[in-house]
């Protein structure tokens, strides 16, 4: 997830643990496989929209999460 650019439309496909905490943290705000995301802006911070949310996470943390083009349609 880290390669795209802002405005970008991704569903995640997977997570990659890094740690377990860092999986449960993710997981509890709801980004898991199946969620398609938007980068809302790369600096100063990593944030993504999702499913009427907005989520600043750790640029390494997005090396881990695995994405999927989608049809703008979706």
């Known amino acids: 997830m880290n ?4 405005s970008e439309k991704r ?3 997977y997570i990659k643990p890094g740690s377990h905490s860092n999986l449960h943290q993710l997981m509890s705000v ?4 199946g969620i ?3 980068v809302h802006r790369k600096n100063p911070a ?4 999702f499913e009427n949310m907005e989520l600043t996470i750790d640029e390494e943390l997005t090396k881990n999460i695995f994405v999927w083009r989608i ?4």
Do not use: H, R, S
């Not at 709801?30 to 496989?33: C, I, K, S, T, V």
């Open 3 to 6: 390669e795209l650019n802002p």
């Open 11 to 13: 569903k995640i496909t």
């Open 30 to 33: 709801g980004l898991q496989p």
């Open 36 to 38: 398609i995301v938007t």
């Open 46 to 49: 990593f944030c993504i929209k």
């Open 71 to 74: 049809d703008d349609g979706v």
